[in-house]
């Protein structure tokens, strides 16, 4: 079904949540993953960031180690980069880029100010996208990941 699945995230608590799913999604279906990593650079960052602060350079560059390390010890062969860009933008031409046939984003919710300044991110993927589109909302609890882990380690090679 699905061959090549990309994950992305902004470094928020939501989109890493969707992650979770998207990666045991991939292990499910045995797929490849690419994890991008977005630090949103668009004119309303500085507002936007005022509103709902937004990771650094530096953290989102950990979270992109740390995540791969997490898919490969979940048994997912993954790549993936950090894209400084507008979200919707970098993850439309990853999805092209990396041959994607399942996108998997996390959704948070947004006040008008925000989503103002944002622009109309999902519309643009859904138009941009030419895959199919998970907007990821289940709660994968840090232990239910970690059993998922800890069962794929387990596993004979």
């Not at 292990?27 to 490849?32: D, I, S, T």
């Not at 984003?105 to 998970?134: F, K, M, N, P």
């Not at 907007?135 to 994968?140: C, D, K, M, Q, T």
Request: proline share 3%; charged share 25%; glycine share 8%.
């Amino acid at each position: 079904m699905y061959k090549r699945i990309l994950l992305a995230s902004d470094g928020s608590r939501e989109t890493l949540v969707a992650l979770r799913e998207g990666a045991l999604i991939a292990k499910a279906v045995r797929a490849e993953a690419f994890l991008l990593i977005v630090e949103r650079e668009t004119p309303g960052r500085r507002v936007a960031d005022a509103v709902h602060p937004l990771p650094t350079n530096a953290e989102l560059t950990d979270l992109l180690t740390l995540g791969l390390a997490r898919l490969e010890r979940l048994g997912v062969k993954a790549r993936g980069e950090l894209a400084v860009d507008e979200p919707a933008k970098a993850i439309g031409a990853a999805a092209r880029r990396f041959a994607a046939d399942l996108v998997v984003v996390g959704y948070r919710r947004q006040g008008a100010l925000e989503r103002w300044w944002s622009g109309g991110s999902g519309a643009y993927l859904v138009d941009h996208v030419g895959c199919s589109l998970l907007i990821a909302r289940n709660l994968v609890s840090d232990d239910e990941f970690e059993a998922a882990i800890a069962a794929a380690e387990a596993q004979p090679a």
